[in-house]
């Protein structure tokens, strides 16, 4: 059932990505609302049960920890407390079944900070009352799906009436649609429709787990990715034999092998046995995964690949050269690699107070954070936000007493925050909406102060700032009395949009026009993919012309689909 | 009874009509670029360290007085009145050992040392002129040796240095950058807000992106120690004009300043920071 749920929404997630109201690229909720369905799904698979409350429940784990943007975090709650309600039942009948969609509303409306009306939210909500009503009088579980479906059907169409600007884009929410599709998925297989080809959708439907604690593009195609990228480049496997020589070797304790090899690696796989341990891992210095673990036993079968060699070849095979700039950026690795080395490290790792995690778009946003002290920067991916299990493995990935998290986009702050719950470790969610929001903060950390004064001042250091970004509409739409035209430049300021051009150069002077309006310090520009130098010099001479009482501030971003981030401070 | 008489060195910045007004007695640190030395104040003057500075290939070197050139001074001080006690006040003993110099030149005077008190400022430039001036108008007006002692301390602990360079390179190189090191090499054109603890080690208070909003952050903090309470400002003028004058009008913009100097960052002082530097000192009066 919910197989058929997840394929109806995936194969219809382009519609849900259509009705996103903002016409900017990016935070689609068909993609999100999609991507954290398919990780359910896959939970269930995982475990297969017959007794309809251990199914909830695997479907709702899976859910929880793939959760994606704000629809998917939504959509979590829903199907978590909805397998709450059920727990330890078998089988449910009507009344059980109404209950549980109940609890599953309760759950979601208490996990959102302010509930807005109009949303998957309403949608949920309406369709759970109606199913307590209609299963005080009638039995059957499969018309209650039916009504299910109908009423949540029609609390979608209401929603343009709920939400003002849906009206004025004239569409329906689009997780509320993401969820119709999901119990138009459920009414189908109740009432017979074959499940045929669920598997094949399902399973592309599933997202590569691309997990990368520090140098996190997605890898979707080897040639999107830099030779250099590859940052943990050896590939290593080994064996531990605990008990062949009679030299005593140190005790073994498994977490805290594993996190010294996080500390310069990734992909870390270790499978313990009484008297082998087998070792799977990729370094940027196997010199010290080889000392770190010879305490441990003899080491045997021993492989170690260069992939940036093996990339290579595949570039090679496949007729690409590398960028010219991989001179620049290797001194810049080897710059990167001796500042770990000078820390004082036993084992290769310590306990930090702090660490900190941020979700950037672009390597050179990517790179100015980490130089700004941030431990692990996650790919915010232009339609694919990290899940609640990025963040969490993130998380875990850290050895630090207390860790901040900068989600730096309103649709990350959720599943930022629901990793709380599922990790013991101590960590804040400043909730930045913007990546300028997120460097103010993170410069206001101090490392000698306490969590609680560090987020004070992390929160009032982002509110200081005036985000702006400059992007291409993807469809016509008026929104707030801007006329916008697909491929045209539009401005935001904040979530505003101010201006729509078809010229960059005239879209971006207009929308820092509206940004410089009150009393500011400090311009800085991020320049993205689109961004060209002729523009950009113009803007500068622009800018120090016009507003010559603040200084400016060039940084390369390299954030996709955005020529231009600005901030204004 | 005999006035106190006021001795200092030549980083407290103090301008030449001051120290003639109220007969404060100057021992000059040395500045050396390449083979020849200057005297701090007496040879070279703030402009022309500047204008040294940039067209040297080399950065300067100082070095403290010896305990000689303190002794000269204390000694002849002494001659001219036996009972004048000396108040010899110094910059901070964790910058410079300019105050263990004079420490040493009371010790050779023997018994008549007792009549020497080694004061350490535990600041420098203005922060460290401001005690000097305070304690040469109170000597000026009689006051007891103990009365200034208390006095200076207590403007030394309503009192707040905050200063801005243009690169950390100087203090870096001059190896008196203190706990502003953590800063160096950092990106998106961060600038430390810099000050002096309380024993008058350089120290970043706070950072900020930019000139600008570094300076508007030392409004802020100025304003949380002073709130509307009436201030002494001295603002230090260096080569960096435009900025100095940024950074005085936003004090005076938010900060309620009733007394206003200006003082000039010397050639010793301008060795330590580099170019390019800004500096406020305030006092509660």
């Known amino acids: 059932m919910a197989l058929l749920g997840a394929s109806v929404l995936q194969s219809n997630a382009e519609k849900v990505n259509a009705l996103n109201v903002f016409p900017v690229p990016d935070g689609d909720t068909g993609t999100n609302m999609n991507l954290t369905m398919a990780s359910g799904v896959t939970e269930l698979k995982k475990k297969p049960s017959n007794e309809v409350g251990k199914a909830a429940e695997a479907l709702s784990k899976g859910l929880l920890m793939g959760a994606r943007g704000n629809s998917g975090v939504i959509l979590s709650q829903l199907f978590r407390g909805f397998a709450k309600s ?84 004239g569409v329906v929410d689009s997780g509320g649609q ?27 439907a599933a997202p590569v787990e691309v997990y990368v604690p520090e140098r996190t593009e997605p890898v979707s195609a080897q040639a999107k990715l830099e030779t250099l990228d590859i940052e943990f480049f050896y590939d290593m496997e080994f064996f531990i034999k605990r008990n062949v020589s009679n030299a005593a070797v140190a005790a073994f304790d498994e977490s805290a092998y594993k996190k010294a090899l996080s500390k310069d690696g990734d992909s870390i796989l270790v499978i313990t046995d009484d008297d082998i341990i087998k070792v799977h891992v990729h370094s940027r210095k196997p010199g010290d995964v080889i000392s770190l673990s010879v305490q441990y036993g003899e ?69 100015l954070f980490r130089a700004s002290d941030v431990d692990i920067v996650l790919s915010g991916g232009q339609t694919m936000n990290p899940s609640t299990e990025d963040f969490v493995k993130a998380i875990e990935s850290l050895s630090a007493e207390h860790i901040f998290i900068f989600p730096n986009n309103s649709n990350i702050i959720l599943a930022a925050e629901q990793a709380i719950e599922l990790t013991d470790r101590s960590v804040t969610v400043i909730p930045t909406k913007t990546i300028p929001q997120g460097i103010a903060a993170v410069l206001a950390f101090k490392e000698d102060e306490t969590p609680e004064r560090n987020k004070e001042w992390m929160v009032s250091a982002a509110s200081m700032v005036i985000s702006g ?52 310090d400090l311009i800085t520009i991020l320049t993205g993919e689109g961004a060209t130098e002729e523009i950009t010099t113009a803007l500068c001479e622009w800018l120090s012309e016009n507003f010559s009482d603040q200084e400016i501030d060039l940084q390369y971003g390299g954030q996709p689909l955005y020529p231009y981030v600005f901030a204004v401070e | 009874m005999s006035k106190v008489r006021i001795v200092t060195d030549s980083t407290a910045d103090i301008p030449l009509e001051l120290r003639e007004k109220y007969g404060i007695k100057m021992v000059s640190l040395k500045v050396l670029f390449g083979e020849e030395t200057y005297l701090d104040a007496v040879d070279l003057t703030p402009d022309q360290f500047f204008t040294k500075l940039k067209e040297s290939s ?29 108040i010899s006040i ?32 535990r600041s420098a430039s203005s922060g460290h002129g401001m005690l000097v001036v305070l304690a040469a108008r109170l000597a000026q007006e009689g006051a007891s040796v103990e009365q200034i002692l208390e006095a200076i301390e207590e403007r030394r602990n309503n009192s707040e240095v905050f200063f801005l360079v243009d690169t950390l390179e100087y203090l870096q190189k001059g190896g008196r950058i203190g706990k502003a090191a953590a800063l160096i090499g950092s990106v998106l054109n961060i600038k430390p807000i810099l000050s002096l603890e309380s024993n008058g080690t350089v120290t970043s208070v706070d950072k900020a992106r930019g000139t600008k909003k570094a300076m508007a952050k ?57 170019p390019g530097t800004s500096a406020v000192f305030l006092y509660k009066i």
Not at chain 2, 63 to 83: C, G, R, T, Y
Not at chain 2, 228 to 257: M, P
């Open chain 1, 299 to 367: 080491l045997t079968d021993i492989h170690i690949l260069n992939m940036r060699e093996q990339h290579r070849e595949i570039l090679a095979e496949q007729g690409i050269t590398e960028h010219s700039t991989s001179v620049n950026l290797s001194a810049a690795e080897l710059l990167a690699g001796q500042a770990i080395d000078d820390r004082p490290t036993e084992h290769g790792f310590e306990v930090a107070p702090y660490g900190m995690i941020a979700v950037a778009l672009g390597d050179g946003v990517a790179e």
């Open chain 2, 218 to 274: 030392i409004v802020e903090l100025l304003k949380a120690s002073y709130g509307d309470a009436e201030v002494g400002l001295i603002v230090a003028k260096t080569d960096d004009e435009a900025a100095t004058h940024e950074l005085e009008t936003r004090v005076r913009a938010e900060i309620n300043v009733k007394e206003l100097h200006y003082s000039s960052v010397g050639a010793v002082i301008g060795t330590y920071t580099g």
């Open chain 1, 178 to 204: 993401g969820l119709v599709y999901i119990y138009e998925g459920f009414v189908q297989y109740l009432t017979g429709s074959t499940a045929e080809d669920t598997d094949a959708i399902i399973s592309e």
């Open chain 2, 90 to 121: 110094h910059i901070a003993s964790v910058l410079s050992g300019t105050y263990q110099s004079a420490t040493i030149a009371k010790s050779m005077l023997e018994e008549a040392g007792e009549n020497v008190h080694i004061i350490d400022s």
């Open chain 1, 86 to 169: 059920l727990a330890g039942n078998d089988q449910a009948n009507a009344m059980e079944v109404a209950a549980a969609f109940q609890h599953g509303v309760d759950l979601a409306y208490k996990a959102v900070v302010k509930p807005v009306e109009g949303t998957i939210l309403t949608v949920a909500k309406e369709a759970a009352r109606h199913a307590v009503q209609y299963a005080r009088r009638n039995t059957d579980v499969d018309d209650l799906m039916k009504e299910v479906h109908a009423k949540a059907q029609e609390a979608l169409l209401r929603t343009p009436e709920q939400l003002p600007v849906l009206k004025q884009v």
């Open chain 1, 469 to 520: 970004q400059v992007t291409k509409a993807v469809r016509d739409t008026s929104i707030d009395g801007v006329n916008i035209t697909e491929g045209h430049y539009i401005g935001l300021k904040e979530k505003a949009i101010v201006t729509s051009q078809p010229d960059l150069l005239a879209a971006s002077k207009e929308l820092l026009e509206s940004m410089l309006e009150g009393d500011a």
């Open chain 2, 58 to 86: 080399a950065l300067p070197k100082t070095s403290q007085p010896s305990p000689v050139e303190f002794h000269e001074v204390f000694d002849a001080l002494l001659k001219e009145d036996p009972e004048a006690p000396i």
